[in-house]
């Protein structure tokens, strides 16, 4: 294992919800952090006060060229800034691809160019699209969506840059992360901060389809610390992990144990059914057997945790994406 006390690294979407706690989890590890983020999904609130703030658009290369130059080199990027809306992006196309794929590479860039040590990108089991169950990394990604197709180009991009440059990196594929700090605001992602928040103001739960779609929901915790300590562990270099929970439920389970979590009936208003992969789950043994993380938490407590800090909070006046690129079969609700 590599030693992290002299490391300065990079987190990017660092006010987000997974890179927030993935800079929490790099400074535990005794690492200088430098977080970054424009704020555009993300609170300036959910940055840790021991981190370095610069706030800043990664679109922007001259921003992302003046970061290294002023606040590099990085030993390590941990890169988590995206807009992650599956089901949005078929008609946010242009967006998608300058947020999740032109950014990146202009991280890329700089970190090929100043010798960084490995860059952690985090991706997602949507590249995966609708294959066989469980999803394993042994698969031929085919992403089904403009988001999973923009994130397996970076994937397939840094293994050229690593062929080319030698730069090593790790590449995670979460999938459903929930918990404390997550945007509830977000009309078009995170379907348990849509519940909770449609909860709070008296709502029904709003459901597409028949809701016997099934995904496993993973808990903050049993992803951002192994995301931390990744670059730390050389058996991870140039490998790609599934990560997150292993048990999949249905949307009407899932609605049941909000509601129960609030107190709350489960009122469900089902709205006509939206173009996605219906089941989607993966296998977790390879990170399980690099990492050795805990036992994963919990749907039922992980939905408790997540239900007490947004008691807290308070409800969230959900937030309409300004420029939808194509209104074409637009899902209800998102009009």
Known sequence: MNDSSSSRVLVTGAAGFIGSHVADHC????????????????????????????????KDRDFVQTLW???GPFDY?????????EGLSHFIRAFNYTNNLVASMHLLNEAVKAKTR???????????GKGQLPMTEEMVPQPEDPYGISKYAVELDLKAAHEMFGLNWIVFRPHNVYGERQNI????????????????QGQPMTVFG??????????????????????????????VFNIGADTPYTIIQLANEIAAAFGKPAVLKHLPARNEVVHAFSDHTKVRNVFNPPPPIDLRTGIRRMAAWVKRRGPATPVRFSDIEIREKLPAGWE
């Not at 400074?27 to 840790?48: H, I, K």
């Not at 990027?77 to 809306?85: M, T």
Request: aromatic fraction near 10%; charged fraction near 20%; glycine fraction near 6%.
């Open 185 to 200: 605001a977000d009309r078009y992602r995170n379907v348990i901060g849509i519940f909770m928040n449609q909860l709070l």
């Open 210 to 239: 028949d809701g016997l779609q099934t995904r496993a929901f993973s808990h903050i915790d049993d992803v951002a610390p192994i995301i931390a300590r990744s670059p730390l562990v050389q058996d991870a270099y140039n490998q």
């Open 69 to 71: 130059r002023t606040k």
């Open 118 to 128: 490995c860059f952690v990108f985090t991706s997602s089991i949507a590249v995966y």
């Open 27 to 58: 400074l535990s590890l005794g690492m200088s952090v430098v977080a970054t983020d424009d704020l555009s999904g993300g609170f300036r609130e959910n940055v840790p006060d021991a981190a370095e703030w610069v706030q800043g658009d990664l």
């Open 77 to 85: 990027v941990y890169h988590l800034g995206a807009y992650a809306a």
